[in-house]
């Protein structure tokens, strides 16, 4: 097993716990609520009909059945990629339970090879799931697929961790960061500006954050840098 197999593995275990433990919108986990962030951007949309929306990593819908249920009247589409058979079974579940099935359209695949349409889409949504993919120039790829597959006016929104450092809760001892692409925080801006250049930058943060996970009954210190950025394509890219 290399080092992409053996991180993708222990997400995998790490994923299929939190969905088998904690259930959509359930307090006491990262499941709890929607990104405000996401949600917020819906509102572009107000009034609008037909919209077309890609989630990139969708998990079990935790943002996907939120921003479905604003489109159920209106004729809207949300296609969910992720490439964890549990969680797209229990997102067809949750879909169901919400009254959004019809809305929901998954697609179990790897992110990094996945084919976005050109112009397909007025809200492209990836959140904690680029840094993912198995090597920084699929990483490119996968950023230029999305530039792309935008609508003219069209909003993207990514969340993604840089300098993550796991540490051992209990010895204190720095641990290998299971993290497939682990960037820099500012070449990783530097990229996105590159990609989306010529794009309006809604927003750009940087969130220092730690939290707490489990990684085989061991509890572990999570650090990272969040970066969210948030553009809209023009007339030029």
């Not at 275990?13 to 962030?37: I, Q």
């Not at 917020?40 to 079990?60: A, N, P, R, T, Y």
């Not at 198995?134 to 935008?150: D, M, N």
């Not at 309006?200 to 220092?208: N, T």
Request: net charge negative.
């Amino acid at each position: 097993m290399n080092r992409i197999e053996f991180i993708r593995n222990e997400e995998k275990k790490y994923h299929d716990f939190c969905y088998t433990h904690y259930s959509l919108f359930e307090e006491g986990s990262w499941l709890a609520k929607p990104v405000k962030t996401v949600m917020d951007l819906m509102e572009i949309f107000d009034g609008k009909h037909h919209i077309q929306v890609l989630d990139l990593g969708c998990g079990v819908g935790r943002n996907s059945i939120p921003i479905a249920e604003k489109l159920k009247d209106r004729h809207g589409k949300v296609v969910c990629v992720d490439f964890l058979e549990s969680a797209l079974e229990k997102l067809n579940v949750y879909s169901s339970n919400y009254g959004v099935h019809h809305i929901i359209h998954p697609e179990k695949a790897d992110i990094g090879d996945y084919c976005i349409p050109k112009e397909q889409y007025d809200f492209v949504v990836a959140v904690s799931s680029l840094e993912h993919v198995e090597s920084e120039e699929v990483f490119e790829q996968v950023l230029h697929r999305i530039a792309s597959g935008t609508k003219l006016n069209g909003v993207t929104c990514l969340i993604i961790n840089s300098e993550v450092q796991e540490i051992d809760r209990v010895s204190g001892e720095p641990l290998d960061a299971l993290m497939e692409i682990n960037l820099p925080t500012d070449y990783l801006i530097a990229k996105l500006h590159h990609v989306f250049q010529n794009w309006e930058v809604i927003s750009e943060l940087i969130k220092p954050l730690e939290y707490e996970i489990t990684r085989n009954k061991k509890s572990i210190l999570l650090k990272t840098n969040a970066i969210t950025f948030v553009a809209r394509k023009g007339n030029e890219t």
